[in-house]
Structure formats: structure tokens, C-alpha cells
């Protein structure tokens, strides 16, 4: 799934995905290339706030994801299976919900589950910090901070590439 965009913008960003070395993956905009994570701090649904550069020298999975949106609970049993086989490895999976009301981000992290931090991005600056408007959208950080791949949507099987991407920066 792509952002919406012109037709011509489309294909740039096709192109760009074609490109290897970019360690860009599935599908991105542009904006999102491989670069500083951009420094942010949220409030989590446990009630404490959480900095994202404070949390330098582990590898960082952010998932932006919303409760009305279907692909979003599909993949969170994935995203929990990962969060636990790999947290003692040195990685961190940030749950970054942008529901206006805190109390759905609140109410389905608990129904479903979710161990990983469930971050409330209410305003939804830090989504517009990371230029993402696709549900779900998972960004990887390495240890040093730099984003690596960025996935918008989600698809049966891309925990599959999300496992792959998070074993190689757990290497590194």
C-alpha cells in the first residue's frame, strides 16, 4: 500500500525501492530514507514518557498503528512474538497508536495482549515527524540511531522480513 500520492511521485518512489543499497523496504516515501532518527518523547499507556534517543544502543522497531485499522490487529500477535523472542537481544518494539482518544489505544492494547511500550501519539506529530499516513507503518533503528527500513502496510508475511531486518541489526 502506497501513500496517497501523484502518479509521477509514485514511480520515483518505486524507483527508489529498486535500489538496494537504500535498505529501504516493501514500500516508502521518500522522506523516509535511511538517516538520524528523528528524537521524539511520548507518554506511554503504562503513564510514563518515553524518549526515543534515551533508548540509543538497542535496535528499535517503531509501529505506528491506529485500532480502526484492520492490518494494525493482524500484526500485533506477530509484533508480540517478536518483541519476546528478541527484548533480551538488545531490541525494543515501540507501539506508536495514533487514536485521538487515548482510552481505545488504552483498552485495545489490553484485550489483545500487547507486552511491547504502547506510545500515544494523540496529536499525531510524531507521525508527521516521520512523514508516515499509512496504517500500520514499521520503521527499524539501528543500535546507532540511523533508520534503516521503513515498511508501510502490512500483508500476511512481512513479520517474516521484520524478523530478517531485526536478526542483521542485532549483528551489527
Known amino acids: ?28 516515501d521518500a522522506a523516509l530514507l535511511p538517516g538520524p532518527a528523528p528524537d521524539f518523547t511520548l507518554h506511554s499507556v503504562a503513564g510514563s514518557n518515553l524518549r526515543l534517543k534515551e533508548q540509543r544502543g538497542q535496535v528499535i522497531l517503531l509501529n505506528f498503528w491506529a485500532t480502526w485499522c484492520g492490518p494494525c490487529r493482524e500484526e500485533m500477535p506477530h509484533l508480540n512474538r517478536l518483541y519476546e523472542k528478541y527484548r533480551g537481544s538488545g531490541f525494543l518494539l515501540l507501539g506508536v497508536n495514533v487514536d485521538e482518544d487515548v482510552r481505545n489505544a488504552a483498552g485495545t492494547s489490553s484485550r489483545m495482549g500487547l507486552r511491547f511500550p504502547v506510545l500515544l501519539d ?32 502490512y500483508k500476511g508475511g512481512y513479520e517474516e522480513t521484520y524478523e530478517k531486518q531485526i536478526r542483521e541489526l542485532l549483528r551489527e
Do not use: C, E, F
Not at 516521520?130 to 507503518?137: K, V
Not at 546507532?144 to 515498511?151: E, K, N, Q, S
Open 122 to 153: 494523540t496529536d499525531k506529530k510524531v507521525s508527521r515527524l516521520y512523514h508516515l499516513d499509512t496504517m500500520p507503518s514499521t520503521v527499524l533503528i539501528d543500535r546507532d540511531g540511523r533508520v534503516r527500513y521503513v515498511h508501510l502496510g
Open 1 to 28: 500500500m502506497l501513500n496517497r500520492q501523484p502518479p509521477g511521485r509514485r514511480r520515483a518512489v518505486l524507483a527508489l525501492m529498486a535500489l538496494p543499497t537504500l535498505g529501504v523496504g516493501l514500500a516508502a
